[in-house]
């Protein structure tokens, strides 16, 4: 499998799995606890990400909650752009992914801002632009499953054959996107979206199949209703489940985390680095 992306020209090297902390400048994300939006929290959270060991800060500032309403691509940027400008003024080396799935936006926080990964959680199908504009930028891609927006999703999870469906999903879009000239794609199965609690489980537990693509493999579980419906919690008792799934991710292959907890999934990866480097060894 792949084990590493081009970032401004150099290659990060994910053979240790990298932390990707979230930061939502919005106001209705489904974490409270994660909604930044003055120029203080924000340059506070984006801190508190690199100092905890987050590789990458991945901004947000449209809510991807099934109850949330879906902005226009000129009302995210006017939320985005001041927070982008802001970070790269008082962070200029960091690594910012963005996580838009609106042509325009992405091209305008790469260009402008010099945002280094575009992450689209509709996998190019809400802005058919989004593909070109991609081959055209030349940074990596995040390349998730969802159906529908974030709206309808949860009315979208009959499948015929699930974990099949899926494979079949990245196949497909993975050959567009390479077709187009993009190289540098990672592929988020979609915890979470347009899938029931069950079936998130049944994903997790399939995870490795997803090396067929021979991509990184980004996981992104964290206090989702996957944790809390199932243990009958709310998503800020979601910490320890966040952790378990995590570690399973981690033992199934994942190359990067998208959590909001970073030292927490910090450790995780060491931990369960101290396993993995064993994999390939005859026992003593």
Not at 19 to 39: A, C, H, W, Y
Not at 150 to 159: A, I, K, N
Not at 212 to 220: A, H, K, S
Not at 250 to 263: C, E, F, M, T
């Amino acid at each position: 499998m792949r084990k590493t992306i081009n970032i401004d020209g150099a290659l990060m090297d994910l053979t240790i799995p990298k932390v990707m902390g979230i930061l939502n400048v919005t106001p209705d994300s489904f974490f409270s606890g994660s909604r930044k939006q003055t120029e203080e929290e924000i340059m506070q959270r984006c801190r508190q990400i690199l100092e905890e060991g987050g590789a990458m800060i991945d901004v947000g500032a449209q809510s991807t909650a099934p109850s949330s309403t879906m902005l226009t691509a000129k009302e995210e940027a006017d939320r985005l752009m001041p927070a982008l400008r802001l970070i790269r003024r008082e962070l200029p080396e960091a690594i910012l992914s963005v996580d838009t799935f609106y042509a325009d936006v992405a091209k305008q926080a790469v260009q402008e801002h010099g945002v280094q990964v575009i992450n689209d959680i509709s996998g190019g199908q809400i802005d058919a632009r989004m593909f070109q504009v991609m081959a055209e930028l030349n940074v990596p891609y995040v390349l998730m499953h969802m159906r529908g927006t974030p709206q309808t999703m949860q009315q979208l999870t009959s499948y015929d054959h699930f974990i099949q469906d899926l494979l079949y999903y990245f196949s497909e879009r993975k050959a567009l996107l390479n077709n187009l000239g993009v190289n540098d794609v990672i592929i988020d199965p979609g915890f979470g979206f347009s899938k029931t609690v069950m079936q998130n489980y049944e994903l997790m537990a399939y995870l490795k199949y997803f090396h067929i693509f021979d991509e990184p493999i980004l996981v992104g579980i964290s206090r989702k209703s996957m944790i809390y419906r199932l243990l009958g919690c709310s998503p800020e008792e979601s910490l320890n489940g966040t952790t378990v799934l995590n570690t399973v991710a981690l033992l199934s292959g994942a190359s990067i985390l998208r959590v909001h907890d970073v030292k927490a999934a910090v450790e995780c990866v060491e931990l369960t680095n101290q396993i993995r480097q064993f994999d390939s060894q005859p026992a003593q």
